[in-house]
């Protein structure tokens, strides 16, 4: 499967951005899609995911402020991101797997199909 990010761009603390990642190649309903995102000089993290059966999980730095969804007729995960803040500035980065388990959900090493990634700048 291939995948698509886009959405990103610069937004002021406070702001929003919905975050689209498009697939292709393959049966999306039945993967669980995640989104990652890597800082300058930092690793890339987890940011949340939701499964095939949208199940869905956030890391504590994203909770309360994003919701991730999806939408299985145009093979598209969505992130709304609200309240943004300085810190969310990255490169988010949607990923996805079919025979993930859960326990592996917020690990990037389970993953095997990646997008290429796109910028979030957060301005304070």
């Known amino acids: 499967v291939q995948l698509q990010a886009s959405g990103g761009g610069t937004v002021q603390a406070g702001g929003s951005l919905r975050l689209s990642c498009v697939a292709s190649?393959?049966?999306?309903?039945?993967?669980?899609v995640a989104w990652f995102r890597q800082a300058p000089g930092k690793e890339r993290e987890f940011v949340a995911t939701i499964s095939y059966s949208r199940a869905t999980d956030y890391a504590d730095s994203v909770k309360g402020r994003s919701t991730i969804s999806r939408d299985n007729a145009k093979n598209t995960v969505y992130l709304q991101m609200n309240n943004l803040k300085p810190e969310d500035t990255a490169v988010y980065y949607c990923?996805?797997?079919?025979?993930?388990?859960?326990?592996?959900?917020?690990?990037?090493?389970?993953?095997?199909?990646w997008g290429q990634g796109t910028l979030v700048t957060v301005s304070s």
């Open positions: 990923a996805a797997d079919r025979t993930l388990i859960v326990s592996s959900r917020r690990n990037s090493e389970a993953y095997d199909y």
């Open positions: 190649g393959g049966t999306f309903s039945r993967y669980t």
